[in-house]
């Protein structure tokens, strides 16, 4: 097993910025394709971003162009830089991991507040 904790959210203003680090307790992103989703209220969790483990990376139309998904060198951090923010963008942040035939494994969220 792998445990994930997510860090890194916060309230901000529309516009502007945060990015959110899932640190993950050995180094996996190398060979394990991490994924970012969120929650809002009242809504079901939805995909937000996704990098294999080959750098490719996938991102929500909701998000596209705002958002940048990035891993550190020791492959135990993946960041999800977060620019021009938006009141619709208001969720719990999840960081999961992919483990194939053993199912993912999730961190415990961290909250994003953007006030208009």
């Known amino acids: 097993q792998v445990q994930l904790v997510e860090s890194g959210g916060g309230l901000v203003q529309a516009g502007g910025s945060l990015r959110l680090s899932c640190v993950a307790s050995r180094s996996i992103f190398s060979v394990n394709t991490m994924d970012w989703y969120r929650q809002a209220p009242g809504k079901e969790r939805e995909f937000v971003a996704t990098r294999a483990p080959s750098g490719i990376t996938y991102y929500a139309d909701s998000v596209k162009g705002r958002f940048t998904i990035s891993r550190n060198n020791a492959e135990t951090t993946v960041y999800l830089q977060m620019n021009s923010l938006k009141p619709e963008d208001t969720a719990v942040y999840y960081c999961?991991?992919?483990?194939?035939?053993?199912?993912?494994?999730w961190g415990q969220g961290t909250q994003v507040t953007v006030s208009s």
């Open positions: 999961s991991v992919r483990l194939g035939a053993a199912g993912r494994n």
